[in-house]
């Protein structure tokens, strides 16, 4: 009885109602508390909605600390040697007590990031909140840029992790990685150098690859998240609040006669009848705490439990330790990046004496390309106001299908890639068996 008493105290500890009976007392408690720095005193009845945030920004947040949990708990074992990172990660997964679960926390969080982190840019442009409602002083569009560049920074955390277990399907997920890379025009084998600390994957490239993936990069999710959460509060909170404020019915001042009048006789007309546009805001909206607390704490421990569970069906694989002699077939890279591959491979055409390079057309030229499309589109997008902080506005209709489409496209080459290919990347459904192939050496 007494476990479940401090239980019930603690979940009132953590959403305790705070109504403030004055903007004194509102602005006193905020400076002081630490959790209140992250809310409004007030926030509307869209923002906490299920159905429009989906709160993957709140999820994708939630697995990077869980990232960093298990990534810190892992630190503590692994040694980032090419002689021990194999046997140290072959001790975590078989000898220390829970390594394996730590390990596959670690990876199935990585794996869900990279998913609900494109998951959301997802839902952000489809709710057109790239764009500026009637905030004074919004810049979405730079908050969708920063978005932008923390989807890429996410791809390049779970791509720098890869590497560490030092066995086969990282090793070789790896070359395959850099060597798209190195076709980028005039920096692709300074890019590729750099990444590696040489021409060859060995314990230079090991040892970048671990300070990028647990100084560097997460230092830079960090600053940039909390650079997202400002603009929002700045922005004046989610695209649907400026939705909700156009949608309120404007309470009309009481008419005013017009009459005439006369200055001294110099001058003379009539009154300007004006009527102001007035928006309920106690209609719209609610406390942030408990409201807004209690969801988020629940949304982060569904994230955690989903998580845990399926860290138990999906263990952490661990291959052979890496050969460099014993070339898979076939190499896969990572597979949020498969699709690239993919599209590398379609590319790659001989006429005659004449190859189009592939790795430079999907790998570099169409990545880059999508990306600065995604950059520039806010500047471009003329729609209306009414078309901010809402699902497929009509207004949007060809621009959400045609984003769509790239999205579904870059899915399905994705699952192509991931279940449909076999040796010499030749094609091949799920119930074919494949051919043995001869290794090559």
């Not at 990685?177 to 025009?185: C, E, F, K, L, Q």
């Not at 984003?403 to 994705?414: R, S, Y």
Request: charge should be positive.
């Amino acid at each position: 009885m007494q476990i479940v008493r401090d239980v019930k105290g603690l979940f009132r500890k953590l959403t305790w109602t705070w109504n403030p009976s004055s903007e004194k007392e509102a602005g006193d408690a905020i400076v002081k508390n630490l959790m209140l720095h992250w809310f409004p005193n007030k926030i509307t009845l869209g923002s906490i909605s299920w159905r429009y945030s989906l709160w993957l920004g709140t999820i994708s947040f939630v697995l990077f600390l869980i990232l960093c949990g298990t990534g810190v708990v892992l630190m503590f074992l692994y040694v980032p040697s090419v002689e021990r990172a194999y046997g140290s990660v072959k001790d975590i997964e078989f000898v220390v007590s829970f390594g394996w679960l730590m390990r596959s926390m670690h990876r199935v969080s990585a794996h869900l990031m990279v998913a609900v982190v494109f998951l959301h840019m997802v839902r952000v442009f489809l709710t057109g909140a790239f764009k500026n409602g009637r905030t004074v002083g919004s810049n979405r569009p730079m908050n969708w840029i920063i978005g932008l560049i923390l989807l890429v920074t996410t791809l390049l955390l779970s791509f720098t992790g890869y590497l560490l277990p030092w066995d086969q399907l990282a090793f070789w997920a790896i070359t395959v990685g850099t060597n798209i890379a190195s076709s980028a025009p005039l920096v692709g084998e300074q890019i590729r150098f750099f990444l590696l600390g040489g021409n060859t994957i060995d314990q230079s490239a090991l040892i970048r690859f671990y300070v990028l993936h647990v100084f560097f990069l997460p230092l830079v999710v960090l600053v940039l998240f909390s650079w997202h959460m400002w603009r929002i509060r700045k922005d004046g909170g989610l695209a649907v609040a400026d939705r909700e404020a156009l949608d309120q019915t404007a309470e009309k001042t009481a008419p005013v006669k017009s009459k005439t009048y006369s200055l001294l006789g110099i001058t003379n007309g009539t009154t300007v009848h004006v009527q102001n546009a007035m928006v309920d805001e106690e209609k719209n909206s609610l406390s942030s705490v408990p409201n807004l607390s209690r969801r988020i704490w629940l949304v982060s421990l569904a994230t955690f439990v989903v998580t845990f569970i399926l860290s138990f069906i999906f263990r952490a694989p661990l291959e052979g330790a890496a050969n460099p002699s014993v070339t898979p077939n076939p190499a896969k890279a990572p597979w949020y990046f498969l699709w690239l591959q993919e599209i590398v491979t379609d590319t790659t055409i001989k006429l005659g004496p004449v190859t189009i390079n592939g790795a430079l057309i999907g790998g570099v030229l169409l990545p880059a390309l999508l990306l600065i499309l995604a950059i520039w589109w806010p500047y471009r997008d003329k729609s209306g106001l009414q078309a901010v902080g809402v699902w497929f506005a009509p207004e949007r209709k060809k621009q959400n299908l045609v984003f769509l489409a790239i999205c579904l496209f870059i899915i399905l080459l994705t699952v192509v890639g991931t279940f449909l290919r076999g040796p010499y990347w030749n094609f091949y459904w799920p119930w074919e068996s494949w051919p043995t192939m001869p290794v090559r050496f």
